[in-house]
């Protein structure tokens, strides 16, 4: 079965589990407009999360506690530590994925947490991309660090005339259809055409501490280089699921950086699996 299949099982699951009933429109939106910036700062358990979080981040990156420096990003490598952040960030944002962006259940299966550098040349996540995994892999990037302008490393998206995310279809779609991705799935070229035609073509994420951005993991987007101050976030990253797990996210079912960011070609192991 392939992920589009699984996720309409899922989306029959959670109607008949009494939630409201399925509206096409809103239902299309999911591929229609796959980048959301929701508002959850009103939350006080989220912003607690946030606030928290941020300072342990913090802590760990200066004093280079739990990382790995690869010299793209300094990245995280003990985020249970942070369990309690964790959960509190994933019970507010992940139920709000349900009702307003997917209509089915869903899990966490990967949580990065890292710290953008200050690249000379642009390279990896720097560089426009889709990341590749089947359209239901939904990731959401909170900033733990004020990102006020444009030298603070914002998070970049492609827009359309509509000012909505775009998509680049991706070659991983389930066990039938696994392809590695023309060019590593970097596409400056495609956005440098645009560039010459339309404008503005993308938007770049500014907000304080624990602003947020939803996107479809196809939507085309990029790290900008750090230039001034630091930039650490959490990124969220949400499967669909038949059955929900007692909690989102779990060592048992959710990976970080050790493992590789690609999903299992099999939808249907959800939570039951590492990978
Ligand atoms: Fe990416």
Redesign the pocket.
Known sequence: MNYSNYYEICKQQYEKEGKPPRDSEKEKEFYENPVREFDFMSSTDYREAVESLSHKVKSDFDTNTDTLDDKIMLKHTNIWKFSEEIRNLCNVCVPKLESSMYFCNLYVDKIYIYRTNSLKDRES?YIW?Y?NNPLEVVKTIIYLTDVDNEENSPYEYLIDSNNRGVIHPPTRTGPSHWLPAPNNSRVNNIVEALNKTTKPISNKVLGKKGTSCTFNNNAI?RANPLKKGFRDVINIRVKPTLIRPAHFADPKWTTGFEISGVVNPDPTLAWTSLV
Request: proline share 0%; hydrophobic share 0%.
């Open positions: 996540s991309h990341d987007h």
